[in-house]
Nanobody, 114 residues
Framework: QVQLVESGGGLVQPGGSLRLSCAVS????????MGWYRQAPGKQRELVAA??????NYADSVKGRFTISKDRAKNTVNLQMNSLKPEDTAVYYC?????????WGQGTQVTVSS
């Protein structure tokens, strides 16, 4: 059973930066596609960034501001978020974007507010 543990969220002012990390149990980070999702209050969960076979894909709303990466030595998937906006406020989760997803972790709250 793969476990996902997200961390790194917090309160940041508009224009600020945060780096999220997702610890993935088992040595699978290097061989599977992974993504970062977010869910804002009252909205559906959406995929904002994905990394598969070295190729990245981003939602239009975060393109140019967010960067997804893997650390194979630490079995983590990271999301560098720059130029944060209030509309980025959400709970952020990681998971594989493949049809057979893992059990969701608890997520990490990101709040962008002055």
């Amino acid at each position: 059973q793969v476990q996902l543990v997200e961390s790194g969220g917090g309160l940041v002012q508009p224009g600020g930066s945060l780096r999220l990390s997702c610890a993935v149990s088992g040595s699978i980070v290097s061989i599977i596609a992974m993504g970062w999702y977010r869910q804002a209050p009252g909205k559906q969960r959406e995929l904002v960034a994905a990394l598969s076979s070295g190729l990245t894909n981003y939602a239009d709303s975060v393109k140019g501001r967010f960067t997804i990466s893997k650390d194979r030595a630490k079995n983590t998937v990271n999301l560098q978020m720059n130029s944060l906006k209030p509309e980025d406020t959400a709970v952020y989760y990681c998971n594989t974007p493949s049809p057979r997803q893992f059990a969701w972790g608890q997520g990490t709250q990101v709040t962008v507010s002055s």
